[in-house]
């Protein structure tokens, strides 16, 4: 099974900030990778996809990017809503896998 | 609009049966391979079983193989999790999620999710 690592797993920031999230896979995924956000309660929602591309609806606030086995989730001027967990997802092969998710909380 | 409605879940003794459903709306189920995946209390995502837009294939993770049996009906949208011989570390809010891409018998991205259904294991 391809391991997914996040780093940091919490971290706090201020309305405003720009805030990048980190994926590892244990190999290549070749794009394979999608983007998360769950607040408290609800259902994941999906935000990115490929690596970079971004879902209908999402905020162009949300981008992706990386290669290989390193990619990044970045969110360019943190709001009120985005306070949430993030997880990562890899597709490239089965069984697929999550990583162990970043929240993000309010300093 | 795409939905997705959880239900079945309760609490149950170890050892016991349950199955959960999910039933679609919104979009041609019969063209979407359809996943479980669980979220232990305050813990992260596991991705639990897949099946096939038309149910010829099967997929399960290691830790429910043998024990959980994913079907569906295409004729009623609707999704299935059997689950047997639960166990206490198997207590997790359930969703089902739509796999990414119509017709494909490939696994992608989930999207979207059902707004999940709490299995508590305990005696």
């Known amino acids: 099974d391809i391991q997914m690592t996040q780093s940091p797993s919490s971290l706090s920031a201020s309305v405003g900030d720009r805030v990048t999230i980190t994926c590892r896979a244990s190999?290549?995924?070749?794009?394979?990778l999608a983007w998360y956000q769950q607040k408290p309660g609800k259902a994941p929602k999906l935000l990115l996809y490929?690596?970079?591309r971004l879902e209908s609806g999402v905020p162009s606030r949300f981008s992706g990017s990386g290669s290989g086995t390193d990619y990044t989730l970045t969110i360019s001027s943190l709001q009120p809503e985005d306070f949430a967990t993030y997880y990562c997802?890899?597709?490239?092969?089965?069984?697929?896998?999550f990583g162990q998710g970043t929240k993000v909380e309010i300093k | 609009q795409v939905q997705l409605v959880e239900s079945g879940g309760g609490v149950v003794q170890p050892g016991r049966s349950l199955r959960l459903s999910c039933a679609a709306s919104?979009?041609?189920?019969?063209?979407?391979?359809m996943h479980w995946v669980r979220q232990a209390p305050g813990k992260g995502l596991e991705w639990v079983a897949v099946?096939?837009?038309?149910?010829?294939?099967?997929y399960y993770a290691d830790s429910v193989k043998g024990r959980f049996t994913i079907s569906r009906d295409n004729s009623k949208n609707t999704l299935y999790l059997q689950m047997n011989s639960l166990r206490a570390e198997d207590t997790a809010v359930y969703y089902c999620?739509?796999?990414?891409?119509?017709?494909?018998?490939?696994?992608?991205?989930?999207?979207?999710w059902g707004q999940g259904t709490l299995v508590t294991v305990s005696s």
């Open positions: 999620a739509r796999n990414s891409v119509e017709g494909a018998m490939v696994i992608g991205w989930f999207d979207p």
């Open positions: 919104g979009f041609t189920f019969s063209s979407y391979g």
């Open positions: 099946i096939w837009y038309d149910g010829s294939n099967k």
């Open positions: 190999q290549g995924i070749s794009n394979s």
């Open positions: 490929a690596a970079s």
């Open positions: 997802q890899q597709y490239y092969s089965t069984p697929p896998t």
